[in-house]
């Protein structure tokens, strides 16, 4: 099959290993719809309060995600990017190349979704990493069940943790700790200056997220780097922090079951 020109570009951010995932096509007598999405960065900011109340839970969105559902090529590239939720920095990342590419005829049922990201800093630089990519690929075999192979490598450093040696096995858990810049609230809960507080959680290398939608379909999210932890609001309350770097993603319907995945170690 051939390799569409946006695919190629894709392919040309990432080692030659990445290029060379296994990729058999079989003839379907009716294609399976795989839907595929790739993006920089997802997740959540909550602040609960003394007793366990949401104050506010902002969901930072999708962003550089690029779409293709049954068929086509999408692109989406992005120079550079920040987000601050209450005055907490929460990302900054540059130089964005998102890529999904997928056929969806009896001949070709394939799609595959990858993720450039040039840098990120994570909470102020407690967590970043440099040179991040990650390839998926979506394949359906002969009994017309889903197979996905995913590759990632990045750089991996920053202020708040110890990344282990390469290879990384796919779901390691490294504890992350650290200060970071959080809002001074006065008895009320308002805003009135910025003060620090100290990080604790982890990051999860090479994650998988699995999840069955309503509608019966299937979800498989690999996420490069998982930071989950919280920090004190200086009242009782907390900054709870969700946040998945490097998300290439896969949906097909619920009448096809995964048959495999394979995530390749982190490089």
């Given at each position: ?49 003394l ?15 690029s ?30 190349d ?23 800093s994570l ?25 996905l ?12 943790w ?10 390691t ?32 290398i ?62």
């Amino acid at each position: 099959m051939a390799i569409s020109r946006r695919m190629r570009g894709a392919l040309r951010y990432a080692p030659l290993w990445l290029a060379m995932l296994p990729c058999a096509v079989w003839a379907q007598s009716t294609p399976v719809p795989l839907s595929v999405e790739s993006d920089a960065i997802a997740g959540t900011v909550t602040h609960r309060s003394l007793l366990g109340v949401i104050v506010e839970t902002y969901n930072l969105g999708a962003l550089a995600q690029s779409t293709t559902n049954g068929s086509g090529s999408d692109e989406v590239t992005l120079a550079s990017a920040s987000k601050a939720v209450a005055s907490i920095p929460i990302y900054t990342v540059s130089t964005v190349d998102d890529l999904t590419d997928a056929c969806d005829t009896t001949t070709c049922d394939m799609a595959h979704a990858t993720v450039n990201v040039g840098q990120i800093s994570l909470l102020n630089g407690l967590v970043t990493a440099a040179n991040t990519h990650d390839t998926m690929t979506a394949t359906v075999n002969s009994s017309g069940a889903i197979v996905l192979t995913n590759a990632a490598s990045s750089t991996l450093a920053g202020a708040g943790w110890t990344p282990p040696a390469k290879p990384i096995a796919s779901g390691t858990q490294v504890p992350v700790s650290g200060t970071i810049p959080v809002p001074l609230l006065d008895l009320l809960g308002i805003p009135i200056g910025m003060t620090t507080a100290t990080f604790s959680g982890t990051t999860t290398i090479n994650d998988v997220i699995q999840t069955t939608h309503s509608d019966g379909s299937h979800d498989v999210d690999f996420v490069v780097l998982h930071l989950v932890g919280s920090a004190p609001d200086g009242l009782g309350g907390v900054y709870q922090f969700d946040l998945k770097v490097a998300g290439p993603d896969a949906v097909w319907p619920g009448n096809r079951p995964l048959n495999n995945f394979n995530d390749l170690p982190l490089l």
